[in-house]
């Protein structure tokens, strides 16, 4: 038997979109959070730089608006660029609202607004180098202590539950989830009138990645099997600038580091970037990424440094204080020489194809922050633009639900099937899958990509993906079964959305293709019914 939870709102995920969702319903609704690890862990904790918005009286919607839209390669929709944009001061007051600690100059009431690559102005709020962890910590704070929100951690969502795999006739839409209790070992059944993709992006289907574990790309896959398009899954951004050092893992080196005067360097000392981009080292992370990956190749070496040691040691210290302290845990003064760095898979600009209300194909079902697609970030994501389209989206989609009548469904999931399964014994097939599609997709599907890489790529996902459906199909499920079986589904709509673009443009870059095309369109997968 399945324990079964009922609530009104179901949210995957406890990053800052499923937060702020979550916060803004939970005066009228009964919200329930699943994790896969602890409440704590996921991407919005480890972002760095800050969160983009119109706040100096020198900045403007509409140069904001051309700086996301030249970044994004003219791919980006017009009109969620312009809706995402003009809504991000009420973004930024709502997170002051809920305590985030932004930084401020000194001791007064202006904030302290930095400069990111692709940008025109000072635009990027902050605190400190790591606002990504305040703005967690403050909004899992303020969702501890609701007394409608209750959080499931240590659960791996399975799939999104659906009136058409029911068989129920009429319109489809997602009325629960099935999920995986880490603890136990059980599958329990969480059903509610609105259900909530929040679980991140799927760069941990490349090798390299500055992302945590959690980012296999489970939203995806779910709402792919639920009956949900997705889009520009070929746009896979790799940050430049990752921490080259084997016991850091995951280390990302802020954008903001150049945006305050940082310079990439040759082994020699010698600088690169003036070669590739007039805008050197502020140039948008697709260029950057390609720049460093060229020079690594040619020169055949493991990295490139990151030289901000010439700025003032307290400047460097008071802007960075939690960079400086990691790189000097392994042994990197960023103060006194350069920082060895690499470009790593870092974030996913594709994603579940959305309307202006975070809503997806199928009814009561949403997608929010890297999950979804939304058309803002185009072939490229400017810098500090996620942060804000996960609090723009997701009080858009409380917006609409608080709007719309409780459109309970009386249906009682059943539980989940395990009596056709047996205990695994074979796991090391698993594992050796997980390494065996990481390696390919970062081999082939990389920062720079080809015809035969891409078809060399299909064939083994397609393989894969039929020995993890036959796994799948016989034995017990586990978590690393669950994330392998999500990142064959991702990994196929990557090789797919990359074949079909026959042209270089942003984070896709063939050398078949070398040239943009002149009237380009954004890459829209449909699933077969």
């Known amino acids: 038997m399945s324990q079964h939870f009922k609530q009104d709102i179901v949210i995957i995920g406890a990053g800052a979109a499923g937060l702020t969702l979550a916060l803004e319903l939970a005066d009228t609704h009964r919200v329930a959070i699943l994790t896969k690890a602890d409440i704590r862990e996921g991407s919005t904790l480890y972002a760095q730089g800050g969160v983009a918005a119109v706040l100096s009286d020198k900045d403007t919607v509409d140069s904001h608006i051309r700086d996301t839209i030249d970044a994004g390669v003219e791919l980006g929709d017009p009109e969620a660029?312009?809706?995402?944009?003009?809504?991000?001061?009420?973004?930024?007051?709502?997170?002051?609202?809920?305590?985030?600690?932004?930084?401020?100059?000194?001791?007064?009431?202006?904030?302290?607004?930095?400069?990111e690559g692709g940008h025109s102005h000072r635009r990027i709020i902050h605190s400190a180098d790591a606002t990504g962890r305040a703005i967690s910590k403050t909004l899992i704070k303020n969702a501890l202590s609701h007394p409608n929100i209750q959080f499931f951690p240590d659960r791996v969502a399975i799939d999104v539950v659906t009136t058409a795999k029911l068989g129920i006739a009429g319109e489809n839409r997602?009325?629960?989830?099935?999920?995986?209790?880490?603890?136990?070992?059980?599958?329990?059944?969480?059903?509610?009138?609105?259900?909530?993709?929040?679980?991140?992006?799927s760069s941990k289907v490349y090798l390299y990645t500055s992302n945590p574990d959690t980012a296999s790309g489970d939203g995806i896959a779910m709402a792919?099997?639920?009956?949900?398009?997705?889009?520009?899954?070929?746009?896979?951004?790799?940050?430049?600038?990752?921490?080259?050092?084997?016991?850091a893992k995951t280390f990302l080196i802020s954008e903001a580091v150049r945006g305050e005067g940082?310079?990439?360097?040759?082994?020699?000392?010698?600088?690169?970037?003036?070669?590739?981009?007039?805008?050197?080292?502020?140039?948008?992370?697709?260029?950057?990424?390609?720049a460093i990956d060229h020079e690594m190749k040619r020169l055949g070496i493991n990295h490139v440094m990151l030289d901000i040691s010439h700025k003032d040691e307290n400047f460097i210290k008071e802007h960075f204080p939690n960079i400086y302290k990691l790189c000097?845990?392994?042994?990197?003064?960023?103060?006194?020489?350069?920082?060895?760095?690499?470009?790593?898979?870092?974030?996913?600009?594709?994603?579940?194809?959305?309307?202006?209300?975070?809503?997806?194909?199928?009814?009561?079902?949403?997608?929010?922050?890297?999950?979804?697609?939304?058309?803002?970030?185009?072939?490229?994501?400017?810098?500090?633009?996620?942060?804000?389209?996960?609090?723009?989206?997701?009080?858009?989609?409380?917006?609409k639900i608080l709007n719309s009548e409780a459109a309970g469904l009386d249906i009682s999931i059943p539980d989940w099937d395990e009596s056709k399964v047996t205990d695994s014994d074979e796991d090391v097939v698993i594992a050796h899958n997980w390494q065996e599609l990481r390696r390919f997709m970062w081999d082939y599907v990389g920062i720079v990509r080809t015809d035969k890489r891409l078809l060399r790529a299909k064939h083994r996902v397609?393989?894969?993906?039929?020995?993890?459906?036959?796994?799948?199909?016989?034995?017990?499920?586990?978590?690393?079964?669950?994330?392998?079986?999500?990142?064959?589904?991702?990994?196929h709509l990557i090789i797919k959305s990359a074949m079909s673009r026959k042209e270089s443009r942003g984070l896709h870059f063939t050398l078949d293709y070398p040239e943009k095309l002149p009237n380009s369109q954004p890459t829209i997968l449909t699933p077969k019914q």
């Open 81 to 115: 660029i312009r809706f995402t944009v003009e809504h991000s001061k009420a973004s930024i007051d709502w997170l002051v609202e809920q305590g985030v600690p932004f930084t401020r100059f000194g001791s007064g009431d202006e904030y302290h607004l930095t400069k």
């Open 174 to 201: 997602a009325i629960g989830v099935y999920a995986l209790n880490l603890k136990n070992d059980s599958i329990e059944v969480f059903s509610g009138n609105h259900i909530t993709l929040a679980c991140g992006g």
């Open 224 to 247: 792919w099997r639920a009956g949900c398009r997705v889009a520009n899954m070929e746009f896979n951004q790799f940050h430049p600038t990752c921490l080259y050092d084997a016991k």
């Open 262 to 290: 940082g310079k990439l360097l040759l082994p020699d000392g010698s600088s690169f970037m003036h070669k590739f981009d007039p805008r050197g080292e502020l140039a948008p992370r697709d260029i950057v990424a390609r």
């Open 328 to 399: 000097l845990e392994y042994g990197h003064d960023i103060t006194k020489k350069p920082i060895p760095v690499v470009p790593a898979a870092h974030y996913t600009c594709g994603g579940v194809v959305v309307d202006q209300h975070s809503a997806t194909d199928v009814a009561h079902l949403y997608a929010v922050g890297e999950t979804a697609y939304t058309g803002l970030h185009g072939a490229n994501r400017l810098a500090s633009n996620s942060l804000l389209e996960c609090v723009v989206y997701a009080r858009s989609a409380a917006e």
């Open 462 to 491: 397609d393989l894969l993906h039929s020995e993890i459906q036959e796994f799948y199909a016989n034995y017990k499920i586990s978590s690393d079964l669950l994330e392998l079986r999500n990142l064959a589904v991702v990994a």
